[in-house]
């Protein structure tokens, strides 16, 4: 439940339209709900200014679906992220607006249509294809969360110049989420080009000592450029989120 | 054999029910019997108030059953942790009276009707509904060893609000399981709420740097509230075993 | 300020040998004190029994003294722990009462006589000679919150006929802490001799693969016995410290 | 050299104060200038909207004092980080007006007075009083890029009450940045009760599977709450840095 | 081909049955064969009294049946490890009377009745029931190898009367093979008992902390004990090997 | 696109037989071109001698057979690494000229006959059987990018007259090409031989405490012999390529 | 006290000159003794055939001083291990026969001449000059105990030559010690020559990536050699002992 | 001794100025010498083209000086490595011909002026100012061994046009040394630029989760461009000495 709908829940009341104790029962279930395997926190939209996301990894079908009748009520916009195929099929058949984004592994429900939240442009970067996932999972969330998105993907440093091509769009963005795998030096390039917040994503591709993308990480987290955060391997979504945070201001 | 089968045996022998030369056999056989496979240790009843458990990993079900057959004359209650579907069928079939709990991974085998044992309450929190399998191993573990028990999941620190609202419980628990993945945290905030021990679970839940628990794991062990100690990733029957110790005192 | 201090205080109000005012004052600073390098919380021993315990490393002289000062007025016990020599001269110059223990790195300052407030015994074990600092951190903690301590110190598992020569010390303990480095195996052996709880402190005694103390952690962490919790390495004071927890249920 | 400086250059040319010559040789050092040991990136400041920093580490006295001689006629603010007490001496008889800040480790010279540049506010917290020397990198930093800055120090996990009490603080700040060592969970709290971008900081503070602070990190990493990107141990540096770009926006 | 093959050769040759030229031949082979994918080396049996024995994994069913073939003219005695069933199949299919062992992973092929090599009694001990395939793997090698071998499963340290009960059959061994996972302590409670060489043989039995046998295998290596030396993670064969060569001084 | 084609396309202009605005075109694309989840490198060729080589890994068929075909009227060779057998039987139907390798999981696609273009011969040794198909992946390199090429197989530590018998062979060789898994010693022994510069390639074959590959890797980086640069383990691919980068000179 | 001194004493009392009192005494302290800090163990000789030693890392000159008088009147020879000139010095005023090896950093005191007991020879070899310190160690320990030793050091496998030069030492020794930082390769080629036991000592002699010795115990763990035990990192003393067990039987 | 050297002693003895006897007791020397301490190689000039270099640490001055006084009369030059000041000062007393380099802590005594050997020109580059230390032991290795020699520091990603700056160099150079602590990403873009080997050095320059040089390692194993090939961390002389073999073909 965002502010909106807050306001317009009480100007019923005012307007007595609704009764104080429908009223009051609709706002006694703000705070939280208990569903025996999840205490889904309505209060979250109001206070972050987006609902909680459902975390897909752990949970069977049943439970996201739980989890999902209680938000549905509430939420203008459900994701659930890292869900696979098997189970998405289940929630799809129960709410036949959600979309499943089978790359990014994501659910998104809307229902009603996004407004554009951000103020500058998020750019998402990718070294290599096999980064795309991970990075269509940053665009998605930033996107799903009102921002203005672009991308521009397999621009690795092995060959420079095909990152020094997109200069201009990397110059015009308020913030940019760098996705890399293997030895992830892209994210310091980059920051190393602009005076905007960097957030970089590693990511699990490679083998050997990639060590399932604590190479990459690690890796940017000693950047030698100064503008840049990092956050887990593959969270895709955490950076999409973080950089909606930072284009709001 | 707990204590009060062993006085039944002696008083039995006493009273001439018992001809020496049984009673004689049956206590050879209560140090340990040696199956080949397996030295079961009949003995752990009287030394430390439960039967040996039987850790399901790594062994076939025809192993668990033999180990089973040989406790069975001699204990009240069998638990098997860690132990598949699978392989789980046979065992019920084999034994109809044992119940499988397929989150848990557990089964239970109990002869005669439990006897509350310990003092305080037991209660079960979890972070995340990912937790709960891990958690009900714990209090699926306590309850069978004679304890009141009580559960309240998904209150991570997202949404501490949630945990708060909950004061009471956790104001009146003698012992608390705190169950978490990802980064860990919910220990310490409990921790810091309450006077009583607190154990610590941490789970596998999470992905990248979680590293299959090891961060959480980590985090419980560095928590700046001292009222913690913590068991293996994932063990939820330790927890419940060691709380069930601390609840009898 | 523990629960007596505070009736105490309303007990002078009720008979108006303290005016309000003043009581106010007291009170409003009871739940912590903000001296800018640190928010000194003085609601602890109400909440947790015992009073915010210094943590001496990174922190200078001057800090821990400042604490203390703020302390003082409200406490019957304040404790410093991972103090070095040097630090603790500043500190003992400035409160002549408080006692430096050099092998366990610790201050205590003692206001008042100790009141027992464990019930049973608490029993300390460590392996090696060169595991007692840690020992006695655990032993001096305990001790500090009021508990019966005793400790038999060099019992390893290399010749386990010592440990067995201290079976009846062992059988009367309600708490034991269980202290090794190097390959960490006495907690298992203890625990599994003994129905009570078991707090295993790993210490980074050893070389080579002792890791600093992750090999013995992690060893108790795997113990085949399972009424053993495990604190941090060479966290004497926290195995004190919950150990005290257990033994006042 | 920053964009007004190039401007006023360029005035000048314009209007016949500086010849065409000596304007051309003092852009052709824009770029970089080339001092045997180091390559002065004079052209940071358009780039980036900062000047190089000097990273301290490893780095002779020599070596600083040569680079801060080539920056000095450029540009306004010149900061080292990572100097120690010793080789800052050195620094500040050649630049008396340069203020080592002895807990950050960090020099500052400052030419002109600076213009405040961040939008909103940004709030510095620290989870322990040891970790306020890493807080005071961070501060620093972000005060020297022209943001107004706040503080709040030894509120961590343990005793929450002392963090909820700055809940109007927290709720005022456009961006935070949270220090912790130990289990570093502090973030996680802080970021599930704001709508703004965390920047965590991970510290080396604590002992034993702190393991010199990669647990506060992953534990960040896998923060539950999803507006937190993390930097490097220890480098209060860095979280500054991007909080005032994300600040600028 | 071992020294009495050999010698047996030159007797032939000798006795003018075997004519120079073939003989010639024959031993040209003796030092390694090349087949493309592997050099079997013929010359290891008169060098170390022992064939070279194949190590099954990641080598295909045909590689390893080449390899026998290229031995079988040869030895008395093939032996190969970690081979699964299937690749089993395919080996037995063309030589069957090599015998397939299930649980260690290996298969045996005699040709000629074993002579017995060793001198005392090579026991191997298991601390738990899921240990037995390594167990079994070390027994079968030393028992290929020409000694006297004896087991005891599942004596492990939470019941250590189990082993205690064991101590004539322990005290009688000229070397110990114990194998143990999770914790890894018995061979440290063994080693202490006896003045005999101890091998001990980490296994992956376990979860969580115990890291896939690295927990086990850092523990025997920082035992207290002295008289042990320690072999790779649930390398059975090398264990019994190694013993061999020692029952054989 | 190398630089005989380049030179080729110059020359139809000059001879007028291409016109300025086909040839424009055609070098536009030069550089690299988009294709959405690619940036094909078309560049690369003439820059580094060999086209950009394609990493199967987390890439579709689909992305696989797009990138291909966008080199394909560019390139005289298209190489595809780490792709698996059902993926390539995709890629095959599409490109029936393109060769899979199914040890070294490679598609070789030729357009035009190889010209020599290494100068001496790359020899590739591998220590085990099992360690043959990286030594395959590395040989396939090296043979494509125009190189003679030897290899000597199981040729390992543990029987070293093996090694030596092929002392000529790699004496002659220019580059020497170590694989090794296990213990990873080849190398050193091999460095140790010659004055020649060694590219040793660790393999992830063994168990335990083989970590994956990471000991091979770790002991070829210790190696006492300085004549040794390192590759990631598996990568064969790697090894080959530098070694044919080296060969050219 | 072993077993001769065992004998006397009954003799003793069989020839009436000693009173069953005093002999008495004696055996009562045969177990162990326990002073405060230590639990000696007098009955080790026994049970192993040589005294407990003295670990004396951890441990302050006064302990040390103290154990060895307690053992004193019990054993023929006392060894102290990990023993720094510093407090060397004071156990040598107090015992001035004993003598401190400064290299091996250990204090051997002999009461009585050295007895041979082990049957061959036991051979040390070291890879490099760095490793002659933990070599000495293993010598002085294996000669303490009674052995015939021999030494070779600097044979490490960049010059394979030197090593085949001992080959006729190798070959006669009955028990080999190799010892070897770095890339730890040593004991896989030596012990891929024999056909006697190999017991590998791992040093932390190295930089980057040797890990402090890890890489090569690792590399020793996964030798492709099967005659191969390891100790842990630096434990030469482990390697002596374990060497003189194998050598009795 | 090298190849030259080995002639002019032979063409003595056939032209009778050197006696068949003396020519026999110096090339009996020539394959090593065992001076107790070290095997030194002097067959090692004839076989790898550059006599034994001295590793300095874990070797006392005396050792050293030792090891130099029997190469002297065979060597044209020698090599000490990772030698400290202290150490330093004692060699060069004895050899006042040696020089030591204090940034690169080598000491180099050259008999003869070098020859030439290399073909063309080795590059070495540095990420950063605190990197030049392990740059200029890699540069004075490769200019001891005979090649011409060029350096580039401080040219890191964070202002990649320092680096553009230099392509001239860069294509020129036959082989690239590229020295990077932190991230470890400048040998990635660098080799992307050019057809060359390119050398990669990892330092140990950094904090957090530089590791000592593993996150810059590990990326470098892992980069996304194929003509890399990696030696230990801080190893400028294997680098050097790798690049000299190189340049030599």
């Known amino acids: 439940m965002d502010k909106d709908r807050l306001k317009d829940l009480l100007q019923l009341v005012a307007s007595g339209k609704l ?9 006694s279930h703000l705070s939280f709900e208990d569903i025996q395997y999840a205490h889904v926190d309505h209060h979250r939209s109001l206070r972050k200014g987006f609902p909680e996301v459902i975390y897909g990894q752990g949970k069977t079908a049943e439970q996201i679906i739980g989890i999902m009748e209680t938000m549905a009520p509430h939420e203008d916009i459900i994701m659930v992220t890292r869900i696979d195929e098997e189970k998405s099929n289940h929630v799809i058949s129960r709410f036949p ?16 249509p996004l407004q554009k939240q951000g103020k500058g442009k998020i750019l998402v970067l990718s ?123």
């Open 19 to 27: 009764s104080v104790e429908d009223a009051s029962h609709t706002l």
């Open 97 to 112: 607006n959600a979309v499943f984004h089978p790359a990014a592994k994501m659910i998104i429900l809307t229902n009603k």
């Open 127 to 249: 070294a290599g294809t096999s980064d795309i996932p991970v990075a269509q999972e940053a665009l998605l969330t930033a996107d799903a969360m009102g921002n203005e998105v672009e991308s521009v993907f397999d621009v690795g440093v092995a060959g420079i110049h095909r990152l020094f091509n997109h200069k201009e769009l990397i110059d015009q963005a308020s913030v940019l989420i760098v996705v890399a795998g293997m030895e992830g030096a892209l994210p310091s390039v980059v920051a190393g080009m602009v005076s905007r917040p960097v957030i970089a994503v590693p990511t699990s591709i490679g083998y050997g000592v990639s060590l399932g993308g604590l190479t990459a990480l690690f890796a940017m987290l000693n950047s030698c450029s100064s503008n840049i955060a990092v956050v887990n391997i593959d969270n895709g979504f955490g950076a999409g989120y973080i950089a909606a945070m930072i284009n709001r201001l």
